[in-house]
């Protein structure tokens, strides 16, 4: 809005700027299951949890200080391709599990990442093989980690609006 713009510092729409706030969801542990929300019917979707994978993502950072970027770490789980209880096909569903943010030095963010991988034991842990990324990768392939490096090969635009693409046709 105009008002958010001016007065208030946040220049996107209150609907969401790239990602419209209409894509994301929340989601809930339902025991043996998670449970969604199905905007189209309005009633809640289940999805037993032996039919999700997770894997992890990390943009790494160097220094503490406030001015420098932030350290991200997310968990993230996938619905694997499989019938429901109505024998539809379910799949393409990505939930954030969990998210990790802070601007830190590499031993305490290590710390951190490392305590996640043993808590949720992801599939693999992909990771911006670039700077710090780079020795983050070959610290977790000396401990048998699952590490993918990931290249970034577009600037960060290019790459929001390729997901922005597919999250609005999902």
């Known amino acids: 809005s105009t008002w958010g713009s001016l ?32 905007p189209a019917t309005g009633l809640e979707r289940k999805i ?15 220094k503490e200080k406030t001015l420098n970027d932030y350290w991200a770490a997310q968990v993230w789980l996938v ?16 939930m954030l599990l969990e998210q990790w943010r802070a601007q830190s ?3 305490k963010a290590e710390a951190t990442i490392r305590a996640m991988v043993a808590r949720y034991k992801p599939l693999f842990i992909g990771i911006e093989d670039a700077q710090s990324g780079s020795v983050l990768i070959q610290r977790f392939r000396m401990d048998g980690l699952p590490v993918k ?14 997901a922005e693409v597919y999250m609005s046709n999902h």
Request: net charge positive; aromatic share 12%.
């Open 79 to 94: 619905v694997k391709s499989h019938r429901d209880e109505t024998g539809a096909l379910v799949s393409g569903d990505m």
């Open 7 to 38: 007065y208030q510092q946040r220049p996107t729409i209150g609907a969401g700027g790239m990602f419209r706030r209409e894509y994301f969801r929340y989601f809930r542990d339902g025991g043996d299951f998670w449970v969604l929300p199905d």
């Open 105 to 107: 030095e590499t031993p």
């Open 149 to 162: 490096g990931v290249r970034a090969d577009r600037d960060k635009v290019t790459r929001a609006t390729l």
């Open 48 to 62: 037993l949890k032996r039919d999700t994978w997770c894997f992890m993502s990390i943009d790494t950072a160097v």
